[in-house]
């Protein structure tokens, strides 16, 4: 008799010590699919975090990389052969081609680390001394080699890794988890499924160019990195996933094989959410539910805040989300608060049952300067409840489009027009609700959409043959 098929995730900075989005996509991903075993692979930025998430009884382990640590090797073996290969690659890698990363993976034994050789061996010392001749001419060799340093200990960290043996091997981005996925299709030879929820790599780079501690050639290797490892996933994944089809257009733009790609959205929970009963208070109130973290842009928010206040003086707002991932973001968004005299009309909530605030809101409001697919629009809609959101990822097309509900990011005028816009006209918006319920059921019932992954799994879909499986 065949043993339940197991299915290894493998997840960067998320689950399960990260809450929302693709945390608590990759939970319910997890309970809605109990007829396969999980293993979960998260990459983490740093050693024991707490968990935020409680594993189902389907889940068989849990492994986590901490991706910035220096670890030593635990096996010695002829180096050379692997250096000269890893030279030419680069070579390659630098021309702007993408050549095969099969060798090499076949001569990486698990367990060790190119760390420390790539800085002893001939030849690894050689590149790295060239490469900063040749692109860091106006900065210091210390400068470029702290960057390096930096940035390939990482990549190191997870070649080194022994993957844990599945049958499927399913990364939720491109990155580092990717680059797992992809040696461990190569080296097991069992299937590799990608999904974006959003475009990896252009996430990192938006962060990059923002930032002023990264600077000159730093700036574009970590760029060229990002983008290098997004290319590696498309090569090796057997499937591409995305959420839209304006974010699988883009995927085919930056280089994936467009016969691999697919659109598989998000799903809620219809019956939970479709089934809140409506429980009007006295007064108007607007709730942003996410993370207090600057994608979700909470400034803008409390900023939209006092201009609607200005303009609807009934109303109430709420924060209604985890505080504690940036705890200085989450006092700076405090001190706004008070500085514009809020206090006794907006509300931090702090991690709390959605369903409990979608009874009673008028307006859900998203001021993200980056999404994907955003649920919380998803469950409003289910629920009843208008949305005014910033123009971003998928939001566009979940809101028809209709620029009465829609700002651009980082303006908070904009933002408290649309909103005016809902206060003044609401009765007459009954319509507009219903359509919205209606399409959600429609299109984003979540068992409809991870029984769509079972199938990959089991390689029951028609439109993928699962490889390796053992079938």
């Given at each position: 008799?065949?043993?339940?098929?197991?299915?290894?995730?493998?997840?960067?900075?998320?689950?399960?010590?990260?809450?929302?989005?693709?945390?608590?996509?990759?939970?319910?991903?997890?309970?809605?699919?109990?007829?396969?075993?999980?293993?979960?692979?998260?990459?983490?930025?740093?050693?024991?975090?707490?968990?935020?998430?409680?594993?189902?009884?389907?889940?068989?382990?849990?492994?986590?990389?901490?991706?910035?640590?220096?670890r030593k090797s635990g096996r010695l073996f002829r180096r050379k052969k692997l250096f000269d290969e890893i030279r030419i690659m680069h070579e390659r890698f630098e021309s702007g081609d993408l050549p095969s990363i099969d060798t090499v993976a076949h001569m990486l034994p698990g367990g060790y680390f190119l760390h420390d050789d790539a800085v002893r061996n001939q030849t690894g010392w050689e590149m790295l001394t060239s490469g900063n001749q040749s692109r860091n001419p106006a900065y210091p060799f210390s400068d470029y080699f702290w960057a390096w340093n930096s940035?390939?200990?990482?990549?190191?960290?997870?070649?080194?890794?022994?993957?844990?043996?599945?049958?499927?091997?399913?990364?939720?981005?491109?990155?580092?988890?990717?680059?797992?996925?992809?040696?461990?299709?190569?080296?097991?030879?069992?299937?590799?499924?990608?999904?974006?929820?959003?475009?990896?790599?252009?996430?990192?780079?938006?962060?990059?160019?923002?930032?002023?501690?990264?600077?000159?050639?730093?700036?574009?290797?970590?760029?060229?990195?990002?983008?290098?490892?997004?290319?590696?996933?498309?090569?090796?994944?057997?499937?591409?996933?995305?959420?839209?089809?304006?974010?699988?257009?883009?995927?085919?733009?930056?280089?994936?094989?467009?016969?691999?790609?697919?659109?598989?959205?998000?799903?809620?929970?219809?019956?939970?959410?479709?089934?809140?009963?409506?429980?009007?208070?006295?007064?108007?109130?607007?709730?942003?539910?996410?993370?207090?973290?600057?994608?979700?842009?909470?400034?803008?928010?409390?900023?939209?805040?006092?201009?609607?206040?200005?303009?609807?003086?009934?109303?109430?707002?709420?924060?209604?989300?985890?505080?504690?991932?940036?705890?200085?973001?989450?006092?700076?968004?405090?001190?706004?608060?008070?500085?514009?005299?809020?206090?006794?009309?907006?509300?931090?909530?702090?991690?709390?049952?959605?369903?409990?605030?979608?009874?009673?809101?008028?307006?859900?409001?998203?001021?993200?300067?980056?999404?994907?697919?955003?649920?919380?629009?998803?469950?409003?809609?289910?629920?009843?409840?208008?949305?005014?959101?910033?123009?971003?990822?998928?939001?566009?097309?979940?809101?028809?489009?209709?620029?009465?509900?829609?700002?651009?990011?980082?303006?908070?005028?904009?933002?408290?027009?649309?909103?005016?816009?809902?206060?003044?006209?609401?009765?007459?918006?009954?319509?507009?609700?219903?359509?919205?319920?209606?399409?959600?059921?429609?299109?984003?019932?979540?068992?409809?959409?991870?029984?769509?992954?079972?199938?990959?799994?089991?390689?029951?879909?028609?439109?993928?043959?699962?490889?390796?499986?053992?079938?």
């Amino acid at each position: 008799m065949k043993s339940r098929l197991r299915v290894c995730l493998i997840v960067e900075g998320s689950y399960p010590y990260v809450t929302g989005g693709v945390g608590a996509w990759v939970h319910q991903l997890i309970q809605n699919l109990p007829g396969f075993d999980f293993l979960v692979f998260s990459i983490s930025p740093k050693a024991n975090q707490s968990l935020h998430y409680k594993f189902p009884e389907n889940v068989l382990g849990h492994k986590d990389v901490v991706i910035m640590e220096t670890r030593k090797s635990g096996r010695l073996f002829r180096r050379k052969k692997l250096f000269d290969e890893i030279r030419i690659m680069h070579e390659r890698f630098e021309s702007g081609d993408l050549p095969s990363i099969d060798t090499v993976a076949h001569m990486l034994p698990g367990g060790y680390f190119l760390h420390d050789d790539a800085v002893r061996n001939q030849t690894g010392w050689e590149m790295l001394t060239s490469g900063n001749q040749s692109r860091n001419p106006a900065y210091p060799f210390s400068d470029y080699f702290w960057a390096w340093n930096s940035s390939h200990l990482m990549i190191f960290n997870i070649l080194g890794t022994e993957m844990p043996d599945a049958d499927v091997y399913h990364a939720i981005s491109t990155g580092y988890a990717g680059l797992a996925a992809s040696m461990a299709r190569i080296k097991k030879n069992r299937p590799f499924l990608l999904t974006e929820h959003g475009l990896y790599h252009k996430e990192r780079e938006m962060e990059i160019k923002r930032t002023r501690y990264v600077k000159g050639y730093q700036r574009d290797m970590w760029i060229g990195i990002y983008n290098t490892l997004s290319r590696i996933s498309y090569r090796y994944a057997d499937k591409i996933i995305s959420l839209f089809e304006a974010n699988r257009r883009k995927q085919v733009e930056l280089g994936a094989p467009q016969g691999k790609t697919m659109v598989i959205p998000n799903g809620i929970d219809i019956e939970s959410f479709s089934s809140i009963r409506k429980q009007k208070k006295p007064g108007f109130h607007i709730g942003l539910i996410g993370r207090v973290v600057p994608i979700k842009d909470i400034k803008t928010y409390i900023i939209a805040s006092k201009i609607i206040l200005d303009l609807i003086p009934e109303v109430n707002f709420y924060c209604i989300g985890p505080t504690d991932e940036d705890e200085a973001y989450f006092e700076e968004c405090k001190i706004l608060v008070d500085n514009l005299r809020l206090a006794e009309k907006f509300v931090f909530t702090g991690k709390q049952r959605v369903a409990d605030y979608y009874s009673f809101l008028d307006i859900l409001m998203l001021t993200s300067i980056r999404e994907a697919q955003p649920l919380v629009i998803l469950e409003a809609f289910c629920s009843g409840v208008l949305v005014v959101s910033t123009n971003v990822g998928n939001v566009p097309e979940l809101l028809n489009y209709d620029e009465r509900f829609l700002s651009p990011p980082k303006d908070p005028d904009q933002l408290a027009r649309k909103v005016k816009y809902i206060y003044d006209n609401y009765d007459g918006l009954s319509a507009r609700i219903a359509q919205n319920r209606n399409k959600v059921i429609k299109f984003y019932n979540r068992h409809n959409v991870f029984g769509r992954y079972g199938e990959l799994y089991a390689g029951n879909s028609p439109e993928y043959k699962i490889r390796g499986n053992g079938q």
